[in-house]
């Protein structure tokens, strides 16, 4: 089958996702009280980006999940919260999502915000040291930063997939991961549902973000297995009914 076959498959399935989710939530409406499964992928979407090629409706720009590691105790909220940020200061730790640290790296470069330590070294006092800036100062300034990129990735509806199961001893969620990103790219290929013109990635410095129209940075040059899509549809179909989520 064509990748735009594929395409048009993995929106079909996302279709019913949406309906097993009760449709997309927004990050900033959600909380760790929520019936959130223990493990699964995500998938968020973004207001004015829109399927042109494969059919109609929003598109994808980012897909990750968790815990890919047996040592690893992160649960799939964990992940979500660590991408939203803090509820209440609307804060956040980009050194700790490379969701946040990708939009704020675009925005830093279209100008919308101001933090030149923003994604250096893996704390907040390296990054002030390896620019030759006083903490307090680097701290103001991404301080601000991070409760733009909060907002923006608050605004970012999203839906989530429980998959905590092993094929062939390999992670599922990590397959449908990585092969969904590797079929949504659109990097060094014919483009299929490209970005829109005001898409705020087109100021990432990264070319891997701006070739491929996602907010993700790994697997956007692989070529996917059409294979997981029988995974992926076995995995939305075995997830029950939305429950009550307010």
Known sequence: ???????????????????????????RDCTGEMCWPKRGVYFFLE????RSTSGSGPR??????????DKSKATLWNRLAQHRGSAKSGGGNHRGSVFRLLLG????????????????????TAA??????????????????ERIVTTQIGAMPFLWLEVDSLVDGMVRRALIERNA?????????????PPSKRWLGHYSGRLL??????????????RHDPEFLDMFADAVRAMPLHADWD
């Open 209 to 222: 973000v701006r070739n491929s129209g996602l907010w993700n940075s790994h697997y956007v040059e692989e």
């Open 105 to 124: 790296e675009a925005l830093l470069q279209k100008g919308s915000i101001t933090a030149p330590a923003w994604g250096q070294g893996s704390s907040l």
């Open 1 to 27: 089958m064509s990748r735009l076959a594929d395409l048009r498959s993995f929106y079909g399935i996302l279709a019913e996702l949406g309906q097993r989710c009760g449709g997309p939530k927004l990050l």
């Open 181 to 193: 990103i590797a079929l949504l790219s659109n990097f060094e290929r014919d483009s299929i549902d």
């Open 60 to 69: 994808v720009v980012r897909v990750g999940t968790h815990a890919l590691t």
């Open 47 to 50: 207001d004015g980006e829109q």
């Open 128 to 145: 002030a040291r390896s620019i030759g800036t006083p903490r307090h100062v680097v701290l103001e300034q991404e301080q601000l930063a």
